[in-house]
């Protein structure tokens, strides 16, 4: 099993190989599936938006089994996203959680730019994310705020990653993917 400093080498060897173009050949059978009927040890949990542009698996260059990733439109992290992370991290073995935001977010610019949804549900999506907005600073990025923001609320929602933080036993980190270029930044 890897330690947490392992795991975020792992991640950032992978978005090199994603940003020079040289993945991993993968052709995945179904005898590969196979491996991971009885259980899976995913070495990091990536919290990331739900846009079809961010592909956590691609852009880490991860194998089936590597990676627990939680996608919620604006990564906008939920009690059950909290709930399904600390899943991940006491009964799955993550070593990294990453909260992970990209450039050109639809949900983070309906939220700034104060958007209407049209249903309950969707406005309260951008409302959530315009209400955890309102107080940065107006030079600041959006993107970058809202992944701090997240970072934040996610671990005082959960004791269990606090004790697990204090003994050193994962790391979490955030990160920004710029969709221009493919790399990811972690910061």
């Known amino acids: 099993m890897l330690t947490p400093k392992e795991a975020l080498q792992k991640l950032i060897d992978g978005n090199k190989r994603f940003t020079k173009g040289e993945l991993k050949e993968k052709t995945y059978k179904p005898e590969d599936l196979k491996k991971h009927i009885h259980g899976q040890r995913p070495y990091a949990v990536i919290a990331s938006c739900s846009d079809s542009r961010v592909i956590p698996e ?88 809202n992944i701090i923001i997240q970072l934040e609320k996610f671990i005082k929602k959960s004791p269990l990653i606090e004790e697990y933080l204090s003994k050193e036993k994962i790391n979490v980190v955030k990160a920004f993917y710029d969709l221009d270029d493919g790399s990811v930044r972690f910061f």
């Open 58 to 145: 691609r852009i880490f260059d991860a194998d089936i089994g590597e990676l627990f990733v939680i996608r919620l439109a604006g990564n906008i992290i939920t009690d059950i996203a909290t709930g399904s992370i600390e899943y991940a991290v006491q009964f799955l073995g993550a070593k990294l959680v990453v909260i992970l935001g990209h450039n050109y977010c639809g949900a983070v610019d309906a939220a700034i730019n104060n958007v209407e949804g049209q249903t309950k549900s969707l406005q309260f999506l951008i409302d959530e994310i315009k209400n955890e907005l309102k107080d940065i600073p107006e030079n600041a990025c959006p993107i970058e705020e």
